[in-house]
C-alpha cells in the first residue's frame, strides 16, 4: 500500500490470543471459565496520517490492506476487515476524537485455531486507537465494545471470554473469570514439571459461526423451558443438577444434552480452580479429559481430528490430560505433559497425524502471558 514508504509508527501494541484451560461455552452461559493470554500476539503499529477521517490498515501476513473513512463505516465482504470495522462503529459511537490514522498488522497468532486471533485484533486496535488519539477508555471499556463488534460486524454471538483473557491476563496466571459479575481471580498456572503443550489441527470449520450461535440458541431454548417454574432462573448458570434432571422429559433431547454440558462444564472450572490451587496435577488432567468428553458428545463441537488427537494423548503416559480448547469444531487441542516427555509427545503426535489424515500437525508450547500493552 502506499502510504507505507513513509510509515513511521508512533504507538505499537502486542495483542495476544489466549488459551482456555477449562470452562468452554460457559461464558455466553454467564458461568465461569479459566483462561489466560499467551505468547503468540499481533504487532499492531500506528501513526496519525494527519487527514480528518481517512484510515489505513495492511496485514502483512496477508499482505493486503484496506482503507475506509471514518463518516461511513460499514461492514466489508472481507472477514478480516469486519474486525477492524466493527471496532471504529463502536469507538466512534462512543467519542468523537478520533481522526485519519494508519496501522500496519503483523502476527504470529495462527488464526482460525481457536486461539482467539478474532479477539486480538479487535483488542489490539482499540487498545492502540485509545493510545493514539487518547480517548480516555478503560480496559474494560475495551473488552466490552470489542465484544459488541464480534456481535455487529463479525455476526457471532459471542461470550465475554477472549476479550477478557486478551486485554487482561497477568504473566504466569490463568484468570478465574465469573462472566456474570466480571468479578476476577488471578490464579498461579506454575504446572512445573508440567508443560502446557498445543497441537494445531489445522482444522478450521466454516461453520464454526453458525454452529456457535446455533449452539447459544439451544441453551437459551433450555433456559426458556426451566423458567417456567423458576421464573428466577436467568441462565444456565443458576440451574442444578437436580433441576435440569427433573426437566428431562419437558426438552429436546439436544437441547437437555447441551444444558447437561453446560452445567457440568461450570462445575468443572471450579474444580480446576480448586485442584491448582492445590497443585493436584493429576486432578487438572482427569478434569480436562472429561471436558473433552462432554466437548465431543454432548455438546458435539469437536471434530474427527480433534477427537483423535485427545485419544492419542490418553496412550502417553507423560500426558496428565488434553482437551480441545476455544469455541470448537476444530483448531487445537491443550496437553498437559511432563517435561521428560514433550519432545517424544510432539514428534509421534506429528507422525500420527500425518499417518490417520495425510496433514502437517503443528505443535508449541503455550505459556500463561500478560494482555494486551503498549511496547
Ligand atoms: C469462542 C467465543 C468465546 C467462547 C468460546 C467457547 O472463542 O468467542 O466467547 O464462547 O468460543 O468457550
Known amino acids: 500500500m502506499g502510504f507505507l514508504q513513509g510509515f513511521v509508527p508512533t504507538i505499537n501494541i502486542i495483542s495476544p490470543g489466549r488459551i482456555n484451560l477449562i470452562g468452554e461455552h460457559t461464558d455466553y ?13 499481533i504487532l499492531l503499529k500506528f501513526q496519525k496520517n494527519g487527514t480528518d477521517t481517512q484510515c489505513r490498515v495492511y496485514s ?31 469507538i466512534t459511537k462512543r467519542t468523537d476524537k478520533v481522526r485519519g490514522f494508519d496501522c500496519v498488522l503483523e502476527s504470529d497468532l495462527p488464526l482460525g485455531s481457536g486461539l482467539s486471533s478474532s479477539a486480538a485484533l479487535e483488542c489490539g486496535m482499540a487498545f492502540g486507537l485509545n493510545e493514539l488519539f487518547d480517548l480516555e477508555l478503560s480496559k474494560m471499556d475495551i473488552v466490552t465494545l470489542s465484544q459488541i463488534a464480534e456481535h ?4 457471532t454471538q459471542c461470550g465475554i471470554m477472549d476479550q477478557f483473557a486478551s486485554v487482561m491476563s497477568e504473566k504466569g496466571h490463568v484468570i478465574l473469570l465469573d462472566c ?3 468479578e476476577h ?15 494445531n489441527t489445522g482444522v478450521s470449520h466454516s461453520l464454526a459461526t453458525s454452529e456457535y450461535n446455533k449452539r447459544k440458541a439451544e441453551c437459551e431454548e433450555g433456559v426458556s423451558i426451566l423458567k417456567r417454574e423458576n421464573p428466577e432462573i436467568k441462565s444456565l448458570r443458576d440451574v442444578s443438577r437436580e433441576t435440569l434432571k427433573r426437566f428431562k422429559n419437558e426438552m429436546d433431547p ?8 453446560i452445567i457440568e462444564e461450570n462445575q468443572r472450572v471450579l474444580e480446576m480452580a ?25 455438546y458435539e463441537v469437536s471434530c474427527t481430528e480433534s477427537d483423535f488427537l485427545v485419544d492419542y494423548a490418553k496412550e502417553n503416559p507423560s500426558v496428565l490430560g488434553a482437551r480441545q480448547t476455544g469455541g470448537g469444531f476444530g483448531g487445537c487441542t491443550l496437553n498437559i505433559v511432563h517435561k521428560t516427555g514433550v519432545k517424544n509427545f510432539i514428534d509421534t503426535a506429528i507422525d500420527a497425524y500425518k499417518k ?5 500437525l503443528i505443535a508449541f508450547e503455550a505459556s500463561p502471558s500478560g494482555g494486551t500493552a503498549k511496547l
Do not use: Q
Not at 501476513?61 to 476487515?81: A, P, Q, T, V, Y
Not at 439436544?254 to 454440558?261: E, G, I, P, S, T
Open 356 to 360: 490417520e489424515f495425510g496433514r502437517e
Open 180 to 182: 456474570r459479575s466480571l
Open 185 to 199: 481471580d488471578l490464579i498461579s498456572a506454575d504446572l512445573d514439571p508440567y508443560k502446557i503443550i498445543m497441537l
Open 60 to 90: 502483512k501476513d496477508f499482505d493486503k490492506g484496506f482503507e475506509f473513512d471514518l463518516k461511513r463505516i460499514s461492514r466489508s465482504d472481507n472477514d478480516w476487515e469486519n474486525y477492524v470495522l466493527g471496532v471504529l462503529n463502536e
Open 152 to 155: 455487529t460486524y463479525v455476526g
Open 254 to 261: 439436544v437441547v437437555y444434552k447441551r444444558c447437561h454440558f
Open 274 to 298: 480448586k485442584a491448582l490451587k492445590d497443585n493436584n496435577l493429576e486432578k487438572v488432567g482427569t478434569i480436562l479429559y472429561k471436558a473433552h468428553e462432554g466437548i465431543s458428545k454432548e
Open 29 to 41: 452461559n454467564l458461568g465461569y471459565v479459566l483462561p489466560t493470554a499467551i505468547e503468540k500476539r
